[in-house]
């Protein structure tokens, strides 16, 4: 039986024994399937029935830049914002995205010159940055926008167009831009700025910053993400460019994600039924053990190292405390090149760095995953070191 709760340590390797040595452990995708346990706690607060008549139009709100987007979704991402604390709402525009994928692609177009320059804009990003982003920008061969790699070594003249995801994907860090010239504009990608993952160092004010269910409540089923933008300009753009794209975005699913954004901000204000835990104190807690974990297995494999983070204060948890991310940004030592590869061959699926734009030595690992899972990668890395030893 593999449902056991968190904090069973000792039982692992007996749960896991011969049974489960055989299993892969995918944890390749930031899936974040580790929350379906809260929420499956949270039935009657988060079930939404929706009537055949309803969601028939393709309009939500004809008087809003963003016409598709439901006011009872914007009036939650508003709240769980002052609830959190980290990030301005007051006089911005919310774009509703299907996912913060769709926004992203959005915002590129929205910010590229629409002149008849015949140069595409750059798009950086410090390495190591998130996969998916040269794979995007680069996707479609757009004559507006191009892939120009890592910021840092970024030297041209000319506008560009800087991603600062922070806390960044993969490794964790906190970012701020680092390129700095005139005719540049910066696109925040806040996916990972809640307090299970970061301290909420202060609201995040800046001109264009992402946001997303998939890893702030973990439904990333849902599809749904949100932009606040300054500038009503690039909100219509961005508007603009989900019309054409998709004519909207699916009002069930932003109705959804209404009702699980609502179930959040109470369980934080103690509104809903008192059984209920806040949900960033879960995720926090659960973070915690599971970065203790990892870094315990680590210790005793001898074989990888991780990140070292440095604490600061959180002003929503009322506590310093340091970085524990959605990803670890684990690293062989010694002489193995591949770690995916290596970690391959003991079952275990990650993504190399070189898809982060760095080294073959890193991977990046799913931490928000199942526990039976992420349970069965912590026993087999700290046994790691024996595997090392005895295998030819
Ligand atoms: N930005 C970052 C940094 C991410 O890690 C992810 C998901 N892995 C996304 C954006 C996309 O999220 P969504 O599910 O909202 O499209």
Not at 37 to 51: A, G, L, Y
Request: aromatic residues 12%; charged residues 20%.
């Amino acid at each position: 039986h593999v449902n056991r709760g968190v904090g069973k340590g000792p039982s692992l390797v007996v749960a896991h024994g011969g049974r489960d040595r055989g299993r892969v452990v995918n944890l390749d995708h930031g899936d974040p399937t580790m929350y379906e346990m809260f929420w499956k706690r949270m039935d009657e607060e988060t079930t939404i029935v929706i009537p055949g008549w309803q969601s028939v139009s393709y309009f939500s709100d004809p008087g809003n830049p963003c016409w598709f987007m439901e006011p009872e979704f914007a009036k939650q991402v508003v709240r769980i914002h002052r609830v959190v604390g980290n990030a301005v709402t007051e006089n911005r525009y919310i774009v509703v995205g299907t996912g913060s994928t769709q926004l992203y692609q959005a915002a590129l177009y929205a910010l590229a010159p629409t002149g008849d320059d015949p140069n595409p804009m750059d798009v950086v990003s410090v390495a190591p940055f998130y996969s998916s982003y040269p794979l995007m920008t680069d996707f479609l061969k757009s004559g507006l926008y191009k892939w120009a790699g890592d910021a840092k070594l970024y030297d041209k003249e000319g506008p560009y167009i800087e991603l600062v995801t922070s806390p960044n994907n993969p490794d964790g860090e906190p970012r701020t831009s680092v390129v700095n010239r005139s005719q540049g504009v910066l696109i925040h990608d806040f996916a990972y700025y809640w307090p299970q993952y970061a301290p909420i160092t202060s609201a995040a004010d800046h001109d264009l910053m992402l946001f997303t269910v998939s890893k702030s409540t973990g439904h990333a089923g849902i599809r749904i993400g949100w932009a606040l933008v300054k500038d009503k300009e690039v909100a219509m753009k961005m508007t603009k460019f989900i019309e054409l794209n998709t004519i909207g975005v699916s009002k069930d699913s932003q109705l959804r994600a209404a009702k699980i954004l609502k179930a959040t901000s109470d369980s934080c204000e103690g509104i809903s039924n008192s059984k209920v835990e806040n949900f960033f104190e879960f995720s926090f807690n659960q973070m915690t053990l599971r970065w203790m974990k990892l870094r315990a297995a680590v210790r005793k494999s001898g074989l990888f190292s991780l990140p070292d983070f440095s604490s600061e204060w959180c002003a929503y948890n009322q506590q310093a405390f340091k970085p524990q991310p959605a990803f670890a940004w684990l690293k062989c030592e010694g002489e193995i090149d591949d770690c995916e590869g290596f970690l391959k061959k003991q079952k275990i699926l990650t993504r190399s760095g070189r898809h982060f734009g760095a080294s073959p030595k890193y991977v990046r690992v799913s931490m928000l995953d199942r526990d039976p899972n992420f349970d069965l990668f912590v026993e087999r890395l700290s046994t790691m070191s024996q595997i090392e030893g005895t295998t030819p």
